[in-house]
């Protein structure tokens, strides 16, 4: 059952805390990407990846880091350092850069 | 800088109307286009591709449009259902991300 999972899919932090979302993909897609979707706005893009060991910033990328250590993996860390963290993360992967992007669940990040 | 604007913002029609979704987008320099479909609270549903040298896509009761010379594409959805209902996306891929438009919210009234 190929497609790209998300976890958590609700996450909660308190101030001062990093936490990391989880991307897998099982397609054998090259490119892999973080998106930040907020009410009444399009999809921003956070950072990319369009090979492992390869990432680059995207427009949003303040408070945020990622690694690609793996083809399968894009891991989202959200650092302190964002400072409105709160809104729902989506994950996508595609074959090559603008190739047909598939999106994971989506994991909704809330600030206590 | 490219922009990608959908309009109208939100649109109920009678379950049995075809309808068309506009999207509008400023740079014709676009690889693809894509339209996406997104119910609450979830991720987004690929739903059609047109690439850079292709006029239409269709899948189903879907059909998808580009005319990059006046930078517009259409979804058309014929017979709508209530199941239809979600908010429909598209994203225009460029140098090297897609820049999405920030959706129509339909509502099939069964």
């Known amino acids: 059952d190929g497609g790209i999972t998300q976890s958590p899919k609700y996450l909660f932090r308190k101030e001062g805390q990093n936490v990391t979302l989880s991307c897998e993909q099982n397609?054998?897609?090259?490119?892999m990407y973080w998106y930040r979707q907020d009410p009444g706005q399009g999809l921003r893009l956070i950072y990319y990846s369009q090979i492992v060991n390869d990432f680059q910033k995207g427009d949003i990328a303040e408070g945020y880091s990622v690694s690609r250590e793996k083809k399968e993996s894009f891991p989202l860390t959200v650092t302190s350092a964002q400072k409105n963290p709160t809104a729902f993360y989506l994950c996508a992967s595609s074959i090559n850069l603008n190739g047909e992007q598939f999106f994971g669940p989506g994991t909704r990040l809330t600030v206590l | 800088k490219q922009e990608v604007t959908q309009i109208p913002a939100a649109l109920s029609v009678p379950e049995g109307e075809n309808l068309v979704l506009n999207c509008s987008f400023t740079?014709?320099?676009?690889?693809?286009l894509q339209w996406f479909r997104q119910d609450p609270g979830k991720g987004l549903t690929s739903l059609l591709l047109?690439?850079?040298?292709?006029r239409e896509q269709t899948s189903g009761r879907l059909n998808a449009s580009l005319d990059k010379s006046s930078g517009r594409s259409t979804l058309y959805i014929a017979a709508s259902q209530p199941g239809d209902s979600a908010t429909y996306l598209c994203a225009t891929s460029g140098t090297y991300k897609y820049i999405f438009g920030t959706g129509t919210r339909l509502k099939v009234l069964a």
């Open positions: 397609l054998n897609h090259d490119a």
């Open positions: 740079d014709s320099a676009i690889y693809n």
């Open positions: 047109i690439q850079s040298s292709q």
